[in-house]
């Protein structure tokens, strides 16, 4: 085996370990969120004085929101791999494949240059939320994690198409 295919077969390795702990995060996230909405219904209803707990479904949005678009670049679930999957041409799909893999690594490295940056100012400037008083920085460092997630992603996916390997959502169970 070669250099060069070690290194790919390691790094979709990591690839699915990352996408395993994504699925966690997600379900998670989601989890938090129905709790978190139900207990703030529950106390609005019975007019009970306890803290909104509804500020834990918001920050749940954050990780599900970014570390779930890495799963969809990871799962190929975005638009522009529905669009290059209905094509005939096989070159026209290794070309979309190769060319969408490389605008999501534009995408997802502008965006962690600017999620790291908005991490950082919600790290050191100690804000919290207003009910429960949960860090703002908690919810902002799954801003970069996910930009960072799709990187990795997008670039498997790069290697997998200039190899003629199919996506991950197209290979066999």
């Known amino acids: 085996m070669s250099v060069s295919a070690r290194a790919s077969t390691w790094l979709f390795s990591v690839e699915r370990h990352a996408f395993r702990v994504e699925k966690w995060i997600c379900i998670v996230s989601l989890v938090a969120m ?8 529950a106390v609005r209803y ?3 004085h306890l803290p909104d707990a509804g500020e834990i479904a918001i920050f749940a949005m954050a990780p599900l929101t970014f570390v779930g678009a890495a799963m969809c670049t990871y799962t190929g679930t975005h638009i522009a791999v529905d669009v290059i999957q209905q ?10 494949r190769v060319v969408t893999a490389l605008a999501m690594i534009v995408f997802g490295a502008v965006y962690y240059w600017t999620a790291l ?11 919290r939320g207003l009910d429960l008083g949960i860090p703002i920085a908690i919810p902002a460092f799954f801003f970069p994690l996910g930009m ?8 498997a996916e790069l290697i997998r198409a200039a190899t003629n390997e199919p996506s991950v959502g ?3 169970p």
Not at 34 to 41: A, R
Not at 117 to 127: K, R, Y
């Open 87 to 96: 094509v005939k041409s096989k070159w026209v799909r290794k070309t979309g």
């Open 148 to 155: 960072a997630l799709v990187v990795l992603h997008s670039v």
């Open 170 to 172: 197209e290979e066999q």
């Open 117 to 127: 940056g908005f991490f950082q100012t919600a790290l050191s400037s100690g804000e």
């Open 34 to 41: 129905l709790v978190g909405i139900c207990f703030s219904v």
């Open 46 to 48: 019975f007019n009970l």
